[in-house]
């Protein structure tokens, strides 16, 4: 089992910025990729960015250039720092982990695991 609890969603204007935290307990094995997705009422969840254990990192082309992905091995904690901000980018946003398929997959449904969500919201 693993646990993921996100942290840090709120509201701010555009062009600000916010940074989101996933604290994640359990299985290594199934911590090998971690992801950021989002998802707004009616449509598909999306995926943000994703990271694997060695480091390597992959960006949805909506958020490349704004949004970095980290992870802090020592303190099994998930990031998400998010910069300029768009009203776009409002959204319930979720962390989640996968075993170790190879490279940084960001198919939702390789996901094993999932947070309960933090919500974000940019006004314009």
Request: proline share 5%; hydrophobic share 30%; net charge positive.
């Given at each position: 089992q693993v646990q993921l609890v996100e942290s840090g969603g709120g509201s701010v204007q555009a062009g600000g910025s916010l940074r989101?935290?996933?604290?994640a307990s359990g299985y290594t094995s199934s911590r090998c990729v971690m992801g950021w997705f989002r998802q707004t009422p009616g449509k598909e969840r999306e995926a943000v960015a994703g990271i694997r254990s060695?480091?390597?990192?992959?960006?949805?082309?909506?958020?490349?250039?704004?949004?970095t992905i980290s992870q802090d091995n020592?303190?099994?904690?998930?990031?998400?720092?998010?910069?300029s901000l768009k009203p776009a980018d409002?959204?319930?946003?979720?962390?989640?982990?996968?075993?170790?398929?190879?490279?940084?997959?960001l198919g939702w449904s390789d996901f094993e695991y999932w947070g309960q969500g933090t919500q974000v919201t940019v006004s314009s």
């Open positions: 989101l935290s996933c604290a060695d480091g390597r990192t992959r960006y949805a082309d909506s958020v490349k250039g704004r949004f020592a303190k099994n904690t998930l990031y998400l720092q998010m910069n409002s959204a319930m946003y979720y962390c989640a982990s996968g075993p170790c398929y190879p490279g940084v997959y």
